[in-house]
Nanobody, 124 residues
Framework: QVQLVESGGGLVQAGDSLKLSCAVSGRSVSIYIMSWFRQAPGKEREFVAAISRSSTYTYYAGSLKGRFTISRDNAKNTVYLQMNSLKPDDTAVYYC?????????????????WGQGTQVTVSS
């Protein structure tokens, strides 16, 4: 059974940085494409970023590219999301997800495993 556990969320001020972690257990994270999604209150879950198995490829939601960076450490079975210059609009529950497929996907339905989420709140 694959489990994903996010951590690192919290309450920050606009302009601050935050780094989220997603610890994977049960299987080696190296066999999965990993992504981050987020869901704000009253909104649908939206794609944030994805990273290929060996970190060769990354893909970002257009509006977030340049501020957010996804990375992974397969030896530690962990995926990260570095978020800089945070804005109040970034307030959401952030989820990591794992996909057994071979290409980066941006739709939530493509992912096989999900974490429980970590809350990020950005105050103005």
């Amino acid at each position: 059974q694959v489990q994903l556990v996010e951590s690192g969320g919290g309450l920050v001020q606009a302009g601050d940085s935050l780094k989220l972690s997603c610890a994977v257990s049960g299987r080696s994270v190296s066999i999965y494409i990993m992504s981050w999604f987020r869901q704000a209150p009253g909104k649908e879950r939206e794609f944030v970023a994805a990273i290929s198995r060996s970190s060769t490829y990354t893909y970002y939601a257009g509006s977030l590219k340049g501020r957010f960076t996804i990375s992974r450490d397969n030896a530690k079975n962990t995926v990260y999301l570095q978020m800089n210059s945070l804005k109040p609009d970034d307030t959401a529950v952030y989820y990591c997800a794992a996909d057994r497929d071979f290409k980066l996907e941006i739709t939530a339905d493509s992912y096989d495993y999900w974490g429980q989420g970590t809350q990020v709140t950005v105050s103005s």
